[in-house]
């Protein structure tokens, strides 16, 4: 097993942390894709005392034989992608890890992290990354207000990312892993203000954070969030396209993509939409369920992104009535600097989205 190397040079403490720290989120391509996670709700979910579970997938995740599957109680909203964001750059600027190869004993409150991720079974990952922040520290991280609203609003946010189970099955090998998202644990103080949340992300996510050294086989490849960017996105649906783009298109390099596949980013219509329709209906509400968006929605996103981030937008194809949805856009990313990150004896370089680490 090879001696893993943290991306970053320097490890700050957790009471030291400020929002210019980070810049990066090196999120992991598995959930923020095809999997569909995040999207926009329909506005009957908020009406809806019990919504159907999420069951998604199976996903093939690229040429890598990966198949991806997740259950969770209630779909991922741009909120939460905001927040999951702000904790994997986070844990790439602290550099604390828990250690998972049998060498060193847990600590108690590091086994409850496990077990709530993974249940009793043990782990063949060797590390995962963990946070200790206070939920102030996370709001002045998110750039959210500090009272009693937010406060509750980040609360659900992690127990939701919490909720997630991932089922993820290599078939070259027919090996299968199964744990959740992230698991946390809320401590009590005297006062909100020194309450620590300790957090653990998943071993997939922490092994992309950690890499493995220059000459190793074990190079995974990462979605490329620049949070300068994203901390100018006003809305969930900004949020979510910009993930999806972001994951699509590498700096630089120009695609063309239809509206209609636009907001089946945003507002997929997939089994889990019909069974919501379904247990609607059987609650004796008969109006249709309005979950699709506008193509003006889109429009309003992409030249957000053109005026605010420097993107480049093109019409490609335009059509009318209704074939509108099969209007093209030619959309071109800015093309973003190298960044050097001197790690230890050798420099890795992140070449803009799904980058490997050379």
């Known amino acids: 097993m090879p001696v893993l190397t943290p991306h970053l040079v320097s490890r700050k403490k957790s009471k030291d942390i400020s929002r210019g720290d980070l810049t990066i989120a090196m999120l992991d391509p598995l ?49 939460d992608l905001q927040v ?140 490329k969030i620049h949070l300068k960017e994203t901390s100018l996105l006003t809305n969930q649906i900004q949020r979510i396209l910009h993930l999806r783009l972001c994951q699509w298109i590498d700096p630089g390099k120009e695609r063309s993509v239809s509206f209609e596949k636009l907001i089946s980013y945003v507002t997929p219509e997939d089994d889990w939409v019909k069974e919501l329709s379904d247990h609607l209906a059987g ?19 992409l030249s957000f992104f053109e005026t605010r981030l420097g993107w480049k937008m093109r019409n490609d194809k335009s059509y009318e009535g209704e074939n509108a949805l099969k209007s093209t856009v030619s959309i071109v990313r800015t093309n973003d600097a190298i960044v050097e990150l001197d790690c230890g004896t050798s420099t890795r370089r992140l070449y803009g989205t799904s980058a490997l680490i050379l």
């Open 283 to 301: 609650m004796g509400r008969k109006q249709k369920l309005h979950y699709k968006l506008a193509t003006s929605q889109i429009t309003d996103a």
């Open 84 to 223: 999951l964001q702000m904790l994997v750059s986070a844990a790439a600027v602290l550099r604390l890890k828990v250690v998972t190869d049998g060498t060193k004993p847990y600590l108690d409150d590091d086994r409850e992290l496990l077990e709530a991720m993974h249940g009793t079974s043990q782990t063949r990952f060797p590390l995962h990354s963990k946070l200790e922040l206070s939920l102030t520290t996370m709001l002045d991280l998110l750039g959210w207000a500090n009272n009693h609203t937010y406060r509750e609003k980040l609360r659900e946010s992690l127990e939701a990312l919490s909720s997630v189970e991932l089922i993820i099955k290599d078939e070259t090998n027919q090996a299968q892993d199964r744990y959740k998202l992230m698991s946390h644990k809320h401590n009590t103080g005297p006062s909100h203000k020194y309450r620590r949340t300790k957090i653990l992300l998943n071993p997939r996510q922490s092994q992309i954070l950690y890499s493995g050294q220059a000459d190793s086989e074990e190079r995974e490849q990462y979605v």
């Open 31 to 79: 959930i923020s894709g095809g999997l569909n996670l995040f999207r926009v709700l329909p506005r009957a979910v908020t009406n809806c005392p019990s919504p159907p579970q999420m069951k998604l997938g199976p996903f093939a995740f690229g040429r890598s034989g990966l198949v991806v599957s997740a259950i969770c109680p209630r779909p991922l909203t741009g909120s």
